[in-house]
């Protein structure tokens, strides 16, 4: 049994949803399990949905199912499962869920521990809160925490504006803005890596390293999303969340303690202390039919549902500078695109070459720089690239690796949701976003929204836009491969 879990109402808002089906009812089943929960129950709400108790249950069966667990072992965990069709709108409707909870929880027995997670169009959070609080749903005699899913605003002046919303209503400790990211064993382990492990401590700074690359390529397309991506595209979407919590968790200083606060405020300096983006330093394409994996697909402008002669970026690469006495003059390369060769998450440190170059008047050929690269998925793990005499003669040097991978070691990992959820019930905010963190990150991106950029195709399957080359080799580096 879980001994930091609570007993607990886990409300989802948007119960009969996608993310209900395909993310959360999977996550929390996983997490009951595993942790042998067993005072808890799930409340699905929505509206529209004509379902009782027993045909929600029979639902939430089929999505564990199709997420493959066994049909067997569900029957029983199902039981703890409920619904309820607010009755009446606005506020009233939000009196009608308050007054089912505590039904609930006189039924079942529980405290009042609810923990509310919004999986509903970003465009209704806002009312759906100012609903909550009208309801009295932000106070409990226990504890309520109220769940984000991301995007967390449009832009600076949306996510204020939302921000401003939610803390009329709950406190920050109440809240948790999710980054799926963050819930990533591997992203988790960056800190790991380098505040368990004082000998890179030593390198992480301007005197070492060279330059820094952080990409997220991705091999699928828009597929059948294109109504929220269409809108979005590739800054708001991957850059101004996952690829800068990257960026916050590699440059970010040692916090003084492991916990939400102390780790928190540490990312947000790193934003703060980014320099405004010079437009010389940002890339944006857009992807054109080709072929992956030996598969033609088609251009973005072709997807289902994506308007004609759409300008939505598919891909963008950027240059940034963390203007503080630890990265001041060090490049940070970020990028991200969809329709890219294959899927993969790579943090690439380029350590500086020795000042003076005892092996290039010999025989040895050109010595590279060392790298480290930490690969968040798929392939788990991390290589350090260092050079090695290759035995024999003429003389001359390898590039050879340091290796450690998960999945050598350890058991598949678990699913970033997962760990997520249960950092909620457990109510440690360490992994979710900040109000701070989130406006820093909207700061620094929005002035690109309202200009008119370029928008360089690429073949997909190809490594994204030359024009993105060209910005590395201003500065002399090069993207590593796809
Ligand atoms: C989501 C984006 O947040 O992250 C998607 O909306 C993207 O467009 C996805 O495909 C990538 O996540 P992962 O975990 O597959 O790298």
């Not at 991301?150 to 400790?173: C, I, M």
């Not at 992480?204 to 390529?217: A, L, P």
């Not at 690109?448 to 190809?462: D, E, I, N, T, V």
């Amino acid at each position: 049994m879980s001994e930091t879990i609570e007993p607990h109402t886990f409300i989802i808002l948007g119960g009969t949803g996608d993310l209900a089906r395909r993310k959360l009812l999977p996550a929390v089943y996983r997490l009951t399990r595993q942790d042998m929960l067993d005072r808890w129950c799930i409340l699905g709400v929505a509206r529209g949905e004509d379902m009782d108790d027993e045909s929600y249950r029979a639902w939430v069966r089929e999505a564990l199912v199709d997420a493959g667990f066994d049909q067997e072992e569900l029957a029983a965990w199902c039981d703890r499962c409920l619904y309820y069709q607010p009755s009446g709108s606005g506020v009233e409707g939000w009196k009608s869920i308050a007054a089912r909870i505590d039904a609930l929880e006189q039924e079942h027995e529980l405290p009042q521990n609810r923990a509310f997670y919004l999986a509903l169009p970003p465009k209704v959070f806002s009312t759906a809160v100012t609903g909550m609080g009208a309801a009295g749903l932000n106070k409990s005699r226990g504890w309520t925490r109220v769940v984000f899913e991301k995007p967390f605003g449009q832009d600076l002046a949306s996510a204020q504006d939302l921000n401003r919303a939610v803390h009329e209503v709950f406190d920050e400790t109440q809240i948790y803005r999710i980054d799926h990211y963050l819930g990533k064993e591997t992203v988790q382990n960056l800190l790991v890596f380098r505040f368990a492990n004082p000998i890179f401590e030593a390198l992480w700074n301007r005197e070492r390293v060279e330059h820094i690359q952080i990409t997220v390529s991705e091999d699928l397309g828009v597929g059948t999303r294109a109504g929220y991506y269409d809108q979005s595209g590739a800054l708001r979407d991957m850059v101004q969340n996952h690829l800068t919590q990257l960026m916050t968790l590699i440059a970010m200083e040692i916090p003084v303690r492991y916990d939400a606060d102390f780790v928190r405020n540490e990312k947000v300096k790193v934003l703060r202390s980014i320099r405004p983006l010079d437009l010389d330093n940002v890339v944006f394409g857009q992807y054109t039919a080709g072929r992956i994996g030996g598969e033609e697909v088609r251009g973005y402008q072709d997807a289902p549902g994506v308007a004609d002669n759409s300008i939505n970026p598919t891909y963008v690469a950027l240059k940034l500078e963390v203007a503080n006495w630890r990265w001041a003059g060090v490049p940070f390369y970020l990028r991200t695109g969809k329709r890219l060769p294959r899927r993969q998450t790579e943090i690439a440190v380029t350590f500086r070459q020795p000042p003076v170059p005892l092996f290039a008047n010999m025989r040895f050929g050109n010595v590279e720089p060392d790298v480290l690269l930490l690969t968040l998925q798929p392939d788990e793990g991390f290589s350090l690239l260092i050079d090695v005499k290759r035995p024999g003669q003429p003389p001359s040097i390898d590039k050879l690796p340091l290796t450690f991978q998960y999945d050598q070691a350890y058991e598949p990992l678990q699913d970033a949701y997962v760990t997520l959820l249960h950092d909620l019930l457990e109510g440690d905010q360490t992994l979710f976003v900040h109000a701070h963190e989130v406006e820093a990150a909207w700061e620094l991106y929005t002035p690109l929204l309202a200009q008119r950029f370029p928008l360089h195709k690429y073949a997909a399957g190809s490594e994204g836009p030359l024009a993105s080359d060209k910005m590395l080799a201003r500065s002399g580096h090069v993207w590593r491969p796809i």
